[in-house]
Every structure is written in structure tokens, then in C-alpha cells.
């Protein structure tokens, strides 16, 4: 009985995971979301998606995205695979 009980609380807690709405926010997420491409260089790795990188970022992916394409005019996928082209034809010419 304890197992469920700590099953419903950890599904409970994800559900009501704070979104963060505030722009400084948002703009200190996107440093750090600038800072884990150049870490994770996902050009190396096809699995790494805008969704993993969110879930690491403990943002929602679709808040995020919404924050993404105002500021740069791409989709957090979109912006992901422009810097994996880049990227490739850097290490790979």
C-alpha cells in the first residue's frame, strides 16, 4: 500500500510543477539553455531533443517554446537543429 501511496505523490508532484512565467526567468533559462548546447553538443547525439533539454531545464517545453520563438523567431526545435547544422559543418567541413 505505501508503494502507491508514494507512486500517486511523485505523480502528484509533477503534475503541480510551478511554471515559471516571468521574463528574467525566461532570459536566465535561455543563458542556461545557450550554455547546455555548447556543453551537451548535441550534434554528437540525435537522442538530445528540445524536450530532454526542458525537462533538465525544469521548464515546460511548450512555455519555453513560446518564450524561444519570441525572442529568436524559431522553434526551440527549430533552434536546435540550426545549431546541430552549424555545428556539424564546423567540426565536419
Excluded at 509533477?14 to 547546455?36: C, H, N, S, W, Y
Aim: glycine letters at 6%; proline letters at 4%.
Amino acid at each position: 500500500m505505501a508503494i502507491y501511496a508514494c507512486i500517486l505523490f511523485c505523480r502528484i508532484a509533477v503534475l503541480q510543477k510551478p511554471k515559471l512565467t516571468a521574463m528574467k526567468d525566461f532570459e536566465k533559462i535561455f543563458e542556461r539553455f545557450g550554455q547546455m548546447l555548447e556543453e551537451r553538443k548535441p550534434y554528437l547525439d540525435r537522442r538530445c531533443s528540445f524536450v530532454s533539454i526542458c525537462s533538465e531545464l525544469g521548464v515546460d517545453p511548450g512555455d519555453f517554446g513560446s518564450f524561444v520563438f519570441s525572442r529568436v523567431g524559431f522553434t526551440g526545435e527549430e533552434v536546435l537543429e540550426i545549431y546541430r547544422r552549424s555545428e556539424t559543418e564546423q567540426v565536419f567541413p
